[in-house]
């Protein structure tokens, strides 16, 4: 079983930046692949970007291109999403999840194996 606790959102401007967090438990972090998935308030969950397992690769959602940074320390069992240049429509719950197996990058909600609790990121205008 594969916890994850993601950390780091808040109540921001429009403009600016934060980094949120993920915390993954057990010793084969560095297997998943990873991802981050946001859901707005009556909106269904969305992709936001995606990671292989060993950082090589990345892929990101057209809205977030060019603004979102994914990456990892599979050292210290953690995944990152940099979030600069923030929009209103950017304000979701962000969730990470982690998926048990796969040597490339996954967009799908059902790809993935494990989800963590979620974290805020509300933007103001």
């Known amino acids: 079983q594969v916890q994850l606790v993601e950390s780091g959102g808040g109540l921001v401007q429009a403009g600016d930046s934060l980094r949120l967090s993920c915390a993954a438990s057990?010793?084969?972090?560095?297997?998943?692949?990873m991802g981050w998935f946001r859901q707005a308030p009556g909106k269904e969950r969305e992709f936001v970007a995606a990671?292989?397992?060993?950082?090589?690769?990345?892929y990101y959602a057209d809205s977030v291109k060019g603004r979102f940074t994914i990456s990892r320390d599979n050292a210290k069992n953690t995944v990152y999403l940099q979030m600069n240049s923030l929009k209103p429509e950017d304000t979701a719950v962000y969730y990470c999840a982690a998926r048990y197996s796969g040597s490339y990058y996954y967009t799908s909600e059902a790809q993935y194996d494990y989800w963590g609790q979620g974290t805020q990121v509300t933007v103001s205008s």
């Open positions: 057990g010793r084969t972090f560095s297997s998943y692949p």
């Open positions: 990671i292989m397992r060993s950082g090589g690769n990345t």
